[in-house]
Structure formats: C-alpha cells, structure tokens
C-alpha cells in the first residue's frame, strides 16, 4: 500500500465525482464516429491481404529488431522506407519514429537551445508541451491560428525561434494558416515546424506538399496511425537535422526499434493511397453530408473532424452516453482538457460512414444542441 500519497486518491477522487475519471475499456461494438481511421485503411481487408502476402513472402518481417537503431535495430528494410518517404515528399531526407509524440519529442527536446525560444500555437499538441519541458529552450504560445499576434511575439524575441503549428488541428478541426504563418516565419528569420498528423492521407501528403512549402518548413512530422490505419510516424527535413537527430534526440537514440513489418506497412500504405484516392473524395462527400445538417461547429467545413461545443460536462456526458445507446461511438472532450465553457463532443467522420448513420447522428446530437 502507497503511504503518504493520499493526493493521489484524492485527485482520482475527485475526477470520479466531476464524471471525468479516465478509464481504460474494451473497443466497444458500434457505429464508428470516434476513430482516426479517417480512410478506413485500418479496417480495409484489400491493405490487410496485401501486408498478409508480404508476411507469408518474408516472415522475417515480424521479428523483432533487437535494439536501438544505433546498435543493432537499423535494417535495410527502414533504410529503405526512409528513402522512399523523403522521395515522396520531396524532402532531401526522413526518419522514422514509433509514433507522432515521439517524433515531437525528439524535435523540440532536441533543436532548440538553452539560448533559443520556441513560440507554439496555444492549441498545438500535447506532445510539443511535453517536449519543451525536456527543452532549455524558452517557450511562448501565440493566439490560435492569429497569424497578427504570432508576428507581435516574434518582433519581441531578440533569440534564435522556432515556430510549431499543426496544419490541421485535432481538438476543433479548423486548418492553419500555413502560407501566411511561412512568410512570417522567413521575415523573421524563425523556424517553422508543421505537425500533419490530422491533414496527411486525407488531403493527400498534406498541407506542406500541397503549398510546396518544402523549402519554407524546416521540419514536418508525418504520422501513420490516423489516415494510413498504420502506426509510426517520420520527421521531414534536411541532411544536417537527419544526422543531428540521429546524434543527440534521447526519444530516438535510447529507443528500441519498430519490427520491420510496422515500416513496411506505411510504405504498402503509402501505394495503396495511390490507388485508392477515391477514399478521401468519400470521405469529403460524408463531411459535405454532415455540414448539411447544419449543427453549429468551429471545425472547417471540409474537416474529418468535426467539433461540437457543448459547454457543460454533465450535458454532454449525457449526450455521448445517449449516443451510445442508439450505437454510436463518438469521443466527449472534457474540462479541463480543454477550458472550461468549450467542453466538447468531437465527431470523426469517414469513408465508410454511409448517409443514413451521418443524419441519424446529428438528429440525436440537435436534441442536445
């Protein structure tokens, strides 16, 4: 038994009480609105057969990788998807990670010195939080997606800056203004970081390749367990931030490496979005389905996720739950995950959602609204 952590007990307590305690929980069975299987490759028996056949070719696939990359976990087989990722995006190198909040970690644990300043959209990422406290490096947040207050905070900064921002944003599904936010990065002299996990595979490579901005970002994160239905994620950038990753980021040097199999997943699912760009055109048809029933969000109209504010944790504990009950799975965003008053239920829509369950939703979700 603990003794003298009662503030442990206490703080569980008292999420219980509030109705927010997090609980670990079986997938549940039901209408999927909650997922990042934004194309449905997770769940895409054509992907699964593909990947079955490259098992069955070289069962050497799912062996584990014995070590750290730096030791004896760097195959030819991630060598050679690394290339094959920084050839798609049009970047000189990548390097791949376990997952998006590892790569977040390595880059901004990493980059910025003691002596630099890392100013972060207030609505970024957990994991870039996490990652400036393993920093040195001053942080400061800028007005979400306010290109006018970013510029007011780098006039003030006399340090070397780097910039974080997602191109689409998880929590209220609303782009960012990546031309605007790379023009004043370069007027700056700042260096501009874009995570995509949120935009990638749904809007083909991303808002980085769609703009061509590859010259203007110097590092953007590409994560797999969302639109690809794989896991991992990479880190696009130059030579020089590859090899200075590879020499001094602790989350990638002190990290055992991914079974092949995790590396040759995304690259079979890199092909298959190729061939299969008739995926996203769906899922941009049930968003346009969605934004029909006119419930009020401050998500982008042509966004996978679709926030709805319901301002109050009891009102909207009860809607998931009532949800639940008509069988679909949605995600409630509680207080104080996010401020208190912006309390809400965030819907994720997908190809293979049909018509018929998108009205049905939001015919329970305007009993709330």
Partial sequence: MLKNFNHFQEALEKRREEGTL?????????????????????????LQNLL???????????????????????????????????KEHKYSSALLFS???????????????RHDTIIVDEKIH???HDACKMSHAKKLKFKHNDVEDLEQVLKRQNENCYIAIESLYSMDGDFTSIREIAEIAEKYNAHLIVDEA?????????????????????????????ALGAHGAAILCDDIIKSYLVNFASPFIYTTSAQDIQWMSIKTGYEFLKENEKLSIKLQENIKIFRQQNLKTPSSEKSPIQAIVIPDNQQLKTLKETLLNEGFLTYAVFSPAVKEGTERLRICLHSFNTEEEIIQLTKVIKEFT
């Fill in 22 to 46: 997090r609980i670990l929980h079986p997938k549940s069975e039901g209408i999927d609105f909650y997922s990042n299987d934004y194309l449905g490759l997770a769940r895409n028996s054509e």
């Fill in 52 to 86: 079955l056949k490259q098992i069955i070719e070289n069962p050497q696939l799912l062996s584990g990788s014995t070590g750290s990359r730096l030791i004896s976990g760097n195959s030819s087989t991630v060598i050679e998807i690394e290339n094959f990722i920084a």
């Fill in 99 to 113: 997952s998006g909040y590892n790569a977040n970690l390595a880059l901004f644990s990493t980059l910025p010195t």
């Fill in 126 to 128: 957990r994991s870039v």
């Fill in 198 to 226: 949120h935009a990638f595979g749904v809007f083909a490579y991303g808002l980085v390749e769609k703009y061509q901005l590859q010259n203007r970002v110097l590092a953007t994160v590409i994560t797999y367990g969302k």
